[in-house]
């Protein structure tokens, strides 16, 4: 049965930060060969999709682009064409492929054995996914013209209307994204329409608002902080953005998991798998003890 509550049960003592943002990087960590290959071949259909297009068309470009690679190459006018539906076709592989990194995690943090293939096994909520991410680039672009006209109302001059515009915007997205963090998962795990459980993820998040908006922030400053490290290690960048790729769906995941189900006990989750649920993931803390 569809679950129509606006307020859904959230279990006591689920907000201790401390142990979400470890149980992060501890799943990631449990199999981390598995996220650093679904992310390679994340990367690499996407990336040879749209070489393939590229190369057919427009080879010259192309062999710059990689020549210059970390650049601004700007694409020549006449060819713009070429590169639209590259991007298109960028598009539509990540959409079909990224649900796959939310569909390991639940299986990872309920104790189910996860494989590469599971990355291809979120092509089944592409649909959902697609209009999340229409609603997310509207937001963007709604969001992007709110911190221009913020910035220039505060101040004329180009370079700190930049800095301040974009401080603007990152922190609104943030706010936004707090919001519906949790969609995803729960979209997976209870077989709602998008629209209910866009619903369902607000009042949820509503509740602790705050929290929601801390831990994305902390986690965003520390693959920021990953990122900035790979950047100045020559080959390291390829490392990082693997692992950057896959921390958002396993920490929305552990947000899910442990708002309706805490720790130490099981949640009902309602994904078609074919054997018994086993108990949760459990890295921290131990069952018995007290969570306030």
């Known amino acids: 049965m569809a679950h129509t509550s606006n307020s859904p049960q959230i279990s006591p003592g689920y907000d201790h930060f401390d142990l979400w943002v470890m149980e992060v990087f501890q799943l990631f960590a449990a199999k981390w060969w598995v996220w650093l290959l679904q992310g390679l071949i994340f990367y690499a259909i996407i990336g ?3 070489s393939i297009i590229v190369l057919t068309f427009d080879p010259e470009t192309l062999f710059s682009v ?8 700007l694409v020549p006018r006449d060819k713009g064409g070429v590169y639209f539906i590259s991007a298109l076709i960028a598009l539509i592989a ?3 492929l990224y649900p796959g990194f939310f569909v390991t995690a639940l299986k990872q943090i309920r104790g189910r054995d996860v494989g590469v ?3 291809f096994a979120g092509m089944k909520y592409s649909g959902g996914f697609l209009v999340l991410s229409v609603i997310y680039l509207v937001t963007y672009l709604m969001t992007s013209i709110f911190a ?3 910035g220039s109302i ?5 370079f700190f209307r930049s800095i301040i515009a974009n401080m603007v915007l990152h922190l609104a997205l943030i706010l936004i994204l707090a919001w519906e963090f949790m969609v995803m998962p729960m979209l997976m795990d209870r077989k709602e329409d998008i629209i209910s459980t866009m619903s369902m993820s607000y009042h949820a998040t509503m509740k602790k608002y705050g929290y929601f908006v801390a831990f994305i922030i902390v986690l965003g400053l520390i693959m920021l902080a990953i990122s900035i490290v790979g950047y100045f290690i020559p080959y390291m960048q390829l490392i990082t953005g693997l692992f950057t790729v896959s921390i958002l769906p396993i920490a929305a995941v552990v947000a899910y998991e442990r708002t309706f189900a805490g720790y130490g006990n099981s ?3 309602k994904m078609q798998l074919d054997e018994p649920i086993p108990p949760p993931y459990m890295p921290t803390p131990p069952v018995d003890e007290p969570v306030e």
């Open 154 to 158: 505060i101040t004329d001059d180009p």
């Open 267 to 269: 949640s009902t989750p």
């Open 66 to 73: 990689l020549e210059n690679w970390g650049r601004i190459v």
């Open 148 to 150: 221009n006209i913020i």
């Open 94 to 96: 990540f959409i079909l």
């Open 117 to 119: 293939g599971d990355i």
């Open 48 to 50: 040879a999709a749209v």
